[in-house]
T-cell receptor, first 115, second 115 residues
Framework: AQSVAQPEDQVNVAEGNPLTVKCTYS??????LFWYVQYPNRGLQFLLK??????LVKGSYGFEAEFNKSQTSFHLKKPSALVSDSALYFC?????????????FGKGTRLSVIA | DGGITQSPKYLFRKEGQNVTLSCEQN?????MYWYRQDPGQGLRLIYY???????QKGDIAEGYSVSREKKESFPLTVTSAQKNPTAFYLC??????????????FGSGTRLTVV
């Protein structure tokens, strides 16, 4: 079975400081990993994905994520947070060779960037 | 622009009533999914359809029904058997070859409230 854990319900960071939103996963085989962002009363928007290759993945709006196979983690990072980054962030996973089975999502982490 | 349209944006249901949420896509994708979002619980899969005239139950299908008579449309009916239907409902669709380069496209959601 596939699962995703986002251990922090809420992350607070000052504007201009680096931010990290944590995600760990469990799948059989190699993972296909995503980060999405959600603004209030909206659908989810794609930020970035990891399939294979470089462990550091760059995505939209200056976000990046680091894949760590040994720790089964895929933490989302940004060097300098903006107030406009405040939103709900979801990590998602499925096994790479599982056909088109639906993604499994974490419970979400609310990021609050304080000016 | 290609995308997913969900309607209505807000929906109110009386006790014992069935209501239907609309999801339409012009992406020419085969697969369409319905997720339910509750605070602190992330996204949970209700039903999914990989192709027209076929659909499967997700993790929380009880009290819901779907149909997939057309490629573009995947309506979700919340029946009176669903005892706690108040939630935010999201429709999503992956690209033709699986999650692909940008993962799922999401609709803007329908917020259902029981009155």
């Amino acid at each position: 079975a596939q699962s995703v854990a986002q251990p922090e319900d809420q992350v607070n960071v000052a504007e201009g400081n680096p931010l990290t939103v944590k995600c760990t996963y469990s799948v059989s085989g190699n993972p296909y990993l995503f980060w999405y962002v959600q603004y209030p009363n909206r659908g989810l928007q794609f930020l970035l994905k990891y399939i294979t290759g470089d462990n550091l993945v760059k995505g939209s709006y200056g976000f990046e994520a680091e894949f760590n196979k040994s720790q089964t983690s895929f933490h989302l990072k940004k060097p300098s947070a903006l107030v406009s980054d405040s939103a709900l962030y979801f990590c998602a996973v499925r096994a790479l060779n599982s056909g088109n089975t639906p993604l499994v999502f974490g419970k979400g982490t609310r990021l609050s960037v304080i000016a | 622009d290609g995308g997913i349209t969900q309607s209505p944006k807000y929906l109110f249901r009386k006790e014992g009533q069935n209501v239907t949420l609309s999801c339409e896509q012009n992406l020419n994708h085969d697969a369409m999914y319905w997720y339910r979002q509750d605070p602190g619980q992330g996204l949970r899969l209700i039903y999914y359809s990989q192709i027209v005239n076929d659909f499967q139950k997700g993790d929380i299908a009880e009290g819901y029904s779907v149909s997939r008579e057309k490629k573009e449309s995947f309506p979700l009916t919340v029946t009176s058997a669903q005892k706690n239907p108040t939630a935010f409902y999201l429709c999503a669709s992956p690209p033709l070859t699986g999650p692909g380069d940008y993962g799922y496209t999401f609709g803007s959601g329908t917020r259902l409230t029981v009155v």
